[in-house]
């Protein structure tokens, strides 16, 4: 029954949880950032051990890095172009150079020019995604929670975490 539960109740728990608009948005931000880039590369893994490092709400991190996976496919085009002109900048070329002779550097894929077009799209969108959605998370995870508790159903989850919890002690 438990594992039937859990997707309702890892649902509930990123609408209904304590932590602060601030970690929701940071983590939505993150989530934004490894959805745009392409996951088979170093980067990913690297910017998901920097998701896991810090304080931000994980749920909101996961759920934006689902969303944005889909518009990292609309976001391709212009990804390339992007990718293609910072590769072919004549003053970036020794700094190509010179990373791709360290030793971990390739396996970031950064002379793919989706995925330096992708990571750097996703660095520039960080700080007004992060700015423009701590709003949204104020004024949505409120409204949001009130309807949730509404629910029987989400009733019994968080009094079976409750009573889970009381057990542990």
């Given amino acids: 029954m438990r594992l039937l539960l859990s997707p309702v109740r890892f649902l509930v728990e990123t609408l209904t949880e304590a932590s602060n608009t601030s970690q929701m948005a940071w983590g939505f931000t993150l989530g934004m950032w490894i959805g745009l880039v392409p996951k088979d590369n170093l980067l990913a893994i690297g910017l998901m051990t920097l998701l896991y490092m810090l304080r931000v709400n994980l749920s909101a991190a996961l759920m934006s890095a689902f969303i944005f996976s889909w518009v990292g496919f609309l976001l391709d085009p212009l990804s390339h172009r992007l990718g293609e002109f910072l590769l072919h900048l004549p003053v970036l070329e020794s700094t190509w ?46 409204r949001c929670k009130e309807r949730l508790e509404r629910f029987r159903i989400v009733r019994l989850i968080q009094g079976a975490e409750i009573a889970a919890s009381l057990g542990e002690v």
Avoid at 123 to 135: Q, V
């Fill in 97 to 142: 150079t010179f990373l791709y002779n360290q030793p971990f550097v390739p396996w970031t894929n950064f002379n793919n020019t989706v995925v330096l077009g992708s990571f750097v799209v996703g660095a520039i969108a960080l700080y007004p995604t992060a700015r423009y959605s701590r709003p949204f998370f104020e004024w949505f995870t409120p």
